[in-house]
């Protein structure tokens, strides 16, 4: 089996996560975006689709057909065992997608699983490197508000709904303070992936 870096990218939501993915990105690594694999695997016409409107009804669907997001989010967010639902629905096929993706990945390559919910579903075993983009609670919710056209209350759910910041931290092998500016933080990521190129060419 050919050898390659596994890194695990996981923060809170609006912690700047994105960023630090595609920095890396630009960088020559191999981004995985676990995010972008759940909604192809929720496309109109996937099987992924049909199964969650079995589950949760027509009313997660739009009037073209596509998935409603912010409905199927508010059943979610404020019900554990319908997450949970999702949740078994949604993983097996987006493990099946990653899989494929990994399996193409070059020899020496720097693969970056970008996963939000990775120490959620306890995956931190998987990589060679965990890597937790940390930000203050404060600055997380105002981004929510901000960026996403939302109330502070359910900002603040979305919040919720996640890890604590603590247990994040305590699996990662590396974190990125991202509670200054895009500056700062693009230069934390440039120093991060010399040290993971560094440790490809020591395993080769």
Same mark, same amino acid.
């Given at each position: 089996?050919?050898?390659?870096?596994? %890194?695990?990218?996981? !923060?809170?939501?609006?912690? !700047?996560?994105?960023?630090?993915?595609? &920095?890396? =990105?630009?960088?020559? +690594?191999?981004?995985?975006?676990?995010? /972008?694999? =759940?909604?192809?695997?929720?496309?109109?016409? *996937?099987?992924? #689709?049909? @199964?969650?409107? @079995?589950?949760? !009804?027509?009313?997660?669907?739009?009037?073209? !057909?596509?998935?409603?997001?912010?409905?199927?989010?508010?059943?979610?967010?404020?019900?554990?065992?319908?997450?949970?639902? #999702?949740?078994?629905?949604?993983?097996? &096929?987006?493990?099946? $997608?990653?899989?494929? /993706?990994? =399996?193409? $990945?070059?020899?020496? $390559?720097?693969?970056?699983?970008?996963?939000?919910? /990775?120490?959620? *579903?306890?995956?931190?075993?998987?990589?060679?490197?965990? %890597? %937790?983009?940390? +930000?203050?609670?404060?600055?997380? /919710?105002?981004?929510?508000?901000?960026?996403?056209? *939302?109330?502070?209350?359910? $900002?603040?759910?979305?919040?919720?709904?996640? *890890?604590? @910041? =603590?247990?994040?931290?305590?699996?990662?092998?590396?974190?990125?303070?991202?509670?200054?500016?895009?500056?700062?933080?693009?230069?934390?990521?440039?120093?991060?992936?010399?040290?993971?190129?560094?440790?490809?060419?020591?395993?080769?």
């Amino acid at each position: 089996m050919h050898r390659i870096l596994s %890194v695990g990218l996981t !923060g809170g939501i609006a912690s !700047g996560k994105s960023a630090v993915s595609n &920095r890396l =990105a630009e960088h020559g +690594a191999i981004v995985i975006d676990a995010d /972008l694999l =759940a909604r192809e695997v929720l496309e109109p016409g *996937t099987d992924g #689709l049909h @199964e969650v409107v @079995e589950v949760f !009804g027509p009313g997660v669907l739009t009037d073209s !057909g596509t998935l409603d997001r912010e409905a199927l989010g508010q059943i979610v967010f404020a019900d554990e065992d319908a997450r949970a639902r #999702l949740n078994a629905i949604v993983h097996p &096929r987006v493990r099946e $997608a990653r899989n494929a /993706l990994r =399996a193409q $990945a070059p020899e020496g $390559a720097v693969v970056v699983e970008d996963i939000p919910l /990775l120490v959620e *579903t306890g995956q931190a075993d998987r990589f060679d490197v965990v %890597v %937790v983009v940390a +930000a203050p609670p404060e600055q997380r /919710l105002n981004r929510i508000v901000r960026d996403r056209n *939302t109330s502070p209350e359910d $900002a603040q759910a979305r919040i919720d709904a996640q *890890t604590s @910041e =603590a247990e994040r931290t305590a699996v990662a092998d590396i974190v990125l303070d991202n509670s200054g500016t895009l500056e700062e933080l693009h230069a934390q990521v440039d120093e991060l992936y010399e040290k993971l190129r560094g440790r490809v060419t020591a395993q080769q």
